[in-house]
T-cell receptor
Framework: DAGITQSPRYKITETGRQVTLMCHQT?????MFWYRQDLGHGLRLIYY???????DKGEVPDGYVVSRSKTENFPLTLESATRSQTSVYFC?????????????FGPGTRLTVL | GNSVTQMEGPVTLSEEAFLTINCTYT??????LFWYVQYPGEGLQLLLK?????DKGSNKGFEATYRKETTSFHLEKGSVQVSDSAVYFC???????????FGKGITLSVRP
């Protein structure tokens, strides 16, 4: 049972480059989420997806793009990376629409933008 | 809008000490409440949850009671261990879209 995986685990890039962070889940959960974690801010939602081909903005979507052509994958792209996007990024998934639903998190990707 | 407020950290305790981490919330409707834990170098994982007023969630010796009258969901443990050192997040869920609202998290360090 692989669960939810993220790749790469660590990434260093330069300002202005495009970067894609991958997220894959094996449970066929409908909902998937991208968060960033920064000191003093906790977790902030970037984008989420209710199903394949359905995505919506979260709290801090600027500078990010997502797609979801398959239920199991939810890549996050930084189109032109900036230093302020240095962060730890977490992907999560959950079953839909139930008050007790639990989000399951991946191990995270630590991104550094120089 | 929805929000979660956690007490300021970090918190440092000696092993076997009593732990309380405060969490209060503001929400429309009737939220479900969660505590997530993040061990060093890992993603978050669910610690416990409660879905209605007066429910008590419990797991691994941790407990939290959903208090609607005080809009609180404080986390407690009677005797902490070094292995409990982690970051703890309080969160709430309203509606059907599975979106969680998180507090800022608090770091707990337990000394041997």
């Amino acid at each position: 049972d692989a669960g939810i995986t993220q790749s790469p685990r660590y990434k260093i890039t330069e300002t202005g480059r495009q970067v894609t962070l991958m997220c894959h889940q094996t449970w066929s959960h409908s909902y998937m989420f991208w968060y960033r974690q920064d000191l003093g801010h906790g977790l902030r939602l970037i984008y989420y997806s209710a199903a394949a081909d359905i995505t919506d903005k979260g709290e801090v979507p600027d500078g990010y793009v997502v797609s979801r052509s398959k239920t199991e994958n939810f890549p996050l792209t930084l189109e032109s990376a900036t230093r302020s996007q240095t962060s730890v990024y977490f992907c999560a998934s959950s079953v839909p629409g139930r008050r007790t639903d639990t989000q399951y998190f991946g191990p995270g990707t630590r991104l550094t933008v120089l | 809008g929805n929000s979660v407020t956690q007490m300021e950290g970090p918190v440092t305790l000696s092993e076997e000490a009593f732990l309380t981490i405060n969490c209060t919330y503001t929400a429309t409707g009737y939220p479900s409440l969660f505590w997530y834990v993040q061990y060093p170098g890992e993603g978050l994982q669910l610690l416990l949850k409660a879905t209605k007023a007066d429910d008590k969630g419990s797991n691994k010796g941790f407990e939290a009671t959903y208090r609607k009258e005080t809009t609180s969901f404080h986390l407690e443990k009677g005797s902490v261990q070094v292995s409990d050192s982690a970051v703890y997040f309080c969160a709430l869920l309203t509606g059907a879209n599975s979106k969680l609202t998180f507090g800022k998290g608090i770091t707990l360090s337990v000394r041997p």
